[in-house]
């Protein structure tokens, strides 16, 4: 992996923790990684020490702070810069109920009671995220799955799938706009893999 030519930014989910396990939606609520979301964390820094990273930020939440300081300190880099703009989507209602619960109420996700709309979290992941690169180049990003996923499709155009724990996509920017790739795609426990 090279980063030489053009600026990549490293965007990186958080690791596991037990609500991920078990698939209750986690939003705000905070919600410590596990072992196997430390083990991720240090897989997700043992990856990118194929290239020389300038910084970590996070989102303020707890799981992605540990992951960030995991990362960070696996890399030998500076404590991680907490970054307001990279919060998870709240989901209100849904925050703790198991994923087949939410679906069965709330098809899609969507017109949950409290929660921030699909437009308004990839509005404001992507501007996160934009930022980040213009003023991080050769960054690391912590954050959250729905965030992450709703910032990369935003700016990229392109639909982005589910983004597993410790899962690193690069963004970069071409003539064109902004392009991601996944870079790695961690082994997920069987119950994650629906």
Known sequence: ?????????????????????????????????????????????????????????ASPLGRAIETAEIIAAGLGLAAPTINDGLWERDFGEAEGLSVPDIEA???????????????????????????LYAAAPSGIVVAHGA??????????????????????WLLRREPTGYAATQLEAPAASPLLQS
């Open 1 to 57: 992996m090279t980063t030489a030519d053009v600026p990549v930014l490293a965007l990186v989910r958080h690791g596991e923790t037990d609500w991920n396990r078990a698939r209750r939606i986690q939003g705000r609520t905070e919600v410590p990684l596990n072992d196997t979301g430390r083990e991720q964390a240090r897989g997700a820094a043992a990856t990118l020490s194929a290239h020389a990273w300038a910084s970590v930020h």
């Open 105 to 131: 109420r709330w098809p899609g996700l969507t017109g949950i009671p409290g929660a921030e709309s699909l437009e308004a979290v990839a509005e404001r992941s992507a501007a996160a995220i934009a930022a």
């Open 147 to 168: 965030m992450l996923r709703a910032g990369i499709g935003r700016l990229t155009g392109v639909e982005v799938p589910r983004i597993l724990n410790g899962e690193i």
